[in-house]
């Protein structure tokens, strides 16, 4: 069965530069999650989209921001790095009108040198 | 503050032997989910349970719901080598509707042959 997508898998950035991550949801699934787990730590809920809209907003900050686009895929961009965004970004997706139950995405590593 | 407290944080079990993992919110919980990580890899959903009293298996491992709906507890019976890994719960903690989850801070499980 398809599950959802992240790439790039593994990142490397200096400080201050750019990122983008993508996340391909579960077909047919209408809605995106976005979670950050530092070393050691759970993972940290930062943003959800259901149909394109915000649906939702955590502990995201102001330098990153989100959207999900009409296939439903979404794009996370981190500006102005700093070292503390090193760590394992998670996406996940769910069918509001189904069960709800969140599939999580393989993550994309973010190092940030 | 964790909203959600996993014990133990750390277990380390005989080969074949069963073993119990607990989550506990301070609030009630609409949804609870069971995942299992892999050191550094992504999330592998096992279970979610919503309603009080709900109980599922799934293989060896089952998952219970309280009547209260604040606690879960995740059984392994006779562990395998393949059942190590890190054990995170997360929570719906929202009314209804697709939901952010906030997560345990995981249980790491060892199983010795």
């Known amino acids: 069965a398809a599950g959802v997508i992240q790439s790039p898998r593994h990142l490397i950035k200096e400080k201050r530069e750019t990122a983008t991550l993508k996340c391909y949801p579960i077909?047919?699934?209408?809605?995106v999650y976005w979670y950050q787990q530092g070393p050691g730590q759970d993972p940290q809920f930062l943003i959800s989209f259901y149909e394109k809209m915000q649906s939702d907003k955590g502990s995201i900050p102001d330098r990153f921001s989100a959207q999900q686009f009409s296939d439903y895929h979404s794009e996370l961009n981190m500006s102005s790095l700093e070292l503390g965004d090193s760590a394992l970004y998670f996406c996940?997706?769910?069918?509001?009108?189904?069960?709800?139950?969140?599939?999580f995405g393989p993550g994309t590593r973010l190092t940030v040198l | 503050s964790q909203e959600l407290e996993q014990s133990p944080q750390s277990l380390i079990v005989q080969e074949g032997k069963n073993l119990t993992i607990n989550c506990t919110s301070s609030?009630?919980?609409?949804?609870l989910y069971w995942y299992k990580q892999k050191y550094g890899e992504g999330l592998i959903f096992l279970m979610m349970?919503?309603?009080?009293?709900e109980e599922k298996s799934h293989e060896k491992i089952t998952a219970k719901l309280d009547e209260k709906k604040q606690q879960s507890s995740l059984h392994i019976t006779a562990s395998q080598p393949s059942h190590a890994g890190i054990y995170l719960c997360?929570?719906?903690?929202?009314?209804?509707?697709?939901?952010?989850?906030?997560f345990g801070q995981g249980t790491r499980l060892t199983i010795n042959p």
């Open positions: 609030k009630t919980l609409y949804g």
């Open positions: 077909p047919r699934h209408d809605t």
């Open positions: 997360g929570a719906d903690i929202g009314i209804q509707g697709a939901q952010k989850l906030v």
């Open positions: 996940a997706s769910s069918l509001v009108a189904g069960s709800n139950e969140q599939f």
């Open positions: 349970l919503q309603k009080g009293g």
